[in-house]
């Protein structure tokens, strides 16, 4: 599948906007379109399958590795692959969007905001193409598409400023229907905050289709890597072997990576539920509850039957995983900034409180200090966390993992457990093999 990368000068200069314009027009152009996130991320990918129709791929070398990250690209479906970068091209020091178009030998183009510029748009892109060589990249920096940029003279003379070797894929046209609604944890999800259509169709119409397939290209596989990347997971379990695991699916529990409903569906029966609904848990052999925004369901997480079953469940040794949302889901409470305190599951010893500013925003590494559900002990995991909240636990509370890199719930530890149920701040990637070991664990 060819694959071309856009990349931003920053944050918040229109990546997602641009990728969705980019979907939209090779969809109209009769593509079938492959969306990916460079960097972890829930909220970016949920606009390209609103646009796509397919879910999204999350590109990243420290949850992946490069062979885990080539894994991922080449499950993809389609002919054509969009991939949104995360922060500014080069900015990340263990995943960046310049590391993971280098990593699948995919060409760049680069989002530049061009509200007030036409020649330093051209030397802007000029700049980033050039830095690739002092950042020890492989990067090719092939053009520009220009983000709230006007018709006419304006397109025109950005057009004529740039040098022969960058191109021209379009433009962004400076529409306030086309500014996606942010909140504590970045965007509003595709689903809740979609852009018109009429909208979505006015930015497609001024993408240069031809050129994003003209210049986008297969990835090379490395001189040395043998077979490697084409060996995938143990062949999936037998239908009549297969455990069932519990996952919460609905406005509470929203980050859940595709390529981790892949890998249960694998050796799992998977049995989506919906806590803010009513939903009772389900009969099952394991509970995976995600990250999202319990904070914004609270009353009704506590009102609703799910959490008290999660508890019952927890306390008969079935395996519960709790990953940030989920982790404050199975707390003894969780209090909103507004100071309403909710009940939640209570089978982890902890009280969790919403801040208004972030806790934690980074790339993480745990190592297991015992067995977990995750890990055995001495083994290591990596993930990433991105909170609001804080935990307050008990003095007698156990934790399973020692913070290498991260925040984690006290700066020095994540993942509270009690018997077989873990919650932990970090939110994790199959490639990483935490949940393998949670389906062995079954």
């Given amino acids: 599948m060819r694959g071309v990368v856009l990349g931003g000068v920053s944050s918040g200069v229109g990546k997602t ?9 090779l969809s109209a ?7 990916a996130k460079a960097g972890p991320d829930f909220i970016d990918p949920s606009h390209h399958a609103q646009v796509a129709g397919r879910p999204s791929r999350t590109l990243d070398l420290w949850l992946q590795g490069e062979a885990g990250l080539r894994r991922n690209y080449a499950r993809g479906e389609g002919d054509i692959c969009v991939v949104e970068g995360v922060m500014g091209l080069y900015d990340g020091d263990k995943s960046s969007t310049a590391a993971v178009a280098e990593a699948l030998d995919l060409p760049v183009v680069l ?12 030397a802007t892109a000029l700049g980033f193409r050039t830095y690739a060589e002092r950042a020890g990249r492989d990067v090719d920096v092939v053009g520009v598409i220009a983000q709230r940029a006007h018709g006419g003279r304006h397109a025109r003379g950005i057009r004529e400023a740039l ?21 504590h944890l970045g965007l509003h999800m595709g689903e809740e905050s979609p852009l018109s259509e009429d909208a979505l169709d006015a930015a497609a119409a001024e993408i240069r289709t031809e050129r994003l397939v003209d210049v986008a290209r297969e990835p090379t596989v490395p001189a040395d890597s043998g077979d490697a990347d084409a060996t995938l997971e143990e062949p999936p379990t037998a239908a009549g072997d297969r455990p069932r695991v519990a996952l919460a699916r609905d406005e509470a529990f929203r980050f859940v990576y595709p390529a981790t409903v892949e890998r249960m569906r694998e050796h799992a029966t998977v049995v989506p539920f919906e806590p803010t609904a009513g939903d009772p848990l389900p009969p099952c052999e394991g509970v995976y509850l995600p990250g999202g925004y319990p904070e914004n369901h609270a009353a009704a997480l506590a009102e609703g039957p799910a959490l008290s079953d999660v508890a019952d469940a927890a306390a008969d040794g079935t395996p519960v995983l709790g990953e940030c949302g989920g982790l404050m889901a199975l707390a003894e409470s969780l209090t909103t900034v507004d100071g309403d305190a909710h009940q939640m599951a209570g089978a982890l010893p902890a009280d969790v409180t919403m801040r208004e500013r972030y806790q934690a925003l980074d790339h993480v590494e745990l190592r297991a200090t015992r067995d977990a559900p995750t890990a055995a002990s001495g083994e290591t995991r990596r993930g990433h966390e991105f909170h609001y909240s804080s935990a307050e636990v008990a003095a007698d509370a156990r934790f399973a993992f020692e913070v290498e890199r991260g925040t ?6 994540d993942g509270l457990i009690e018997h077989r149920t873990l919650g932990t701040y970090c939110h994790l990637h199959p ?6 070991a949670f389906l062995d664990g079954l």
């Fill in 17 to 25: 906007v641009a990728a969705l314009a980019a979907i939209r027009a």
């Fill in 431 to 436: 490639e990483g093999g935490a949940f393998d």
């Fill in 408 to 413: 984690g719930v006290d700066g020095d530890r």
């Fill in 111 to 122: 989002v530049v905001d061009a509200s007030a510029g036409m020649e330093s748009v051209a």
């Fill in 163 to 183: 040098p022969d070797e960058l191109t021209y894929f379009g433009r962004i046209p400076p529409r306030d229907d086309l500014e996606i609604p942010e909140r």
């Fill in 29 to 35: 152009a009769g593509h079938a379109v492959q969306p």
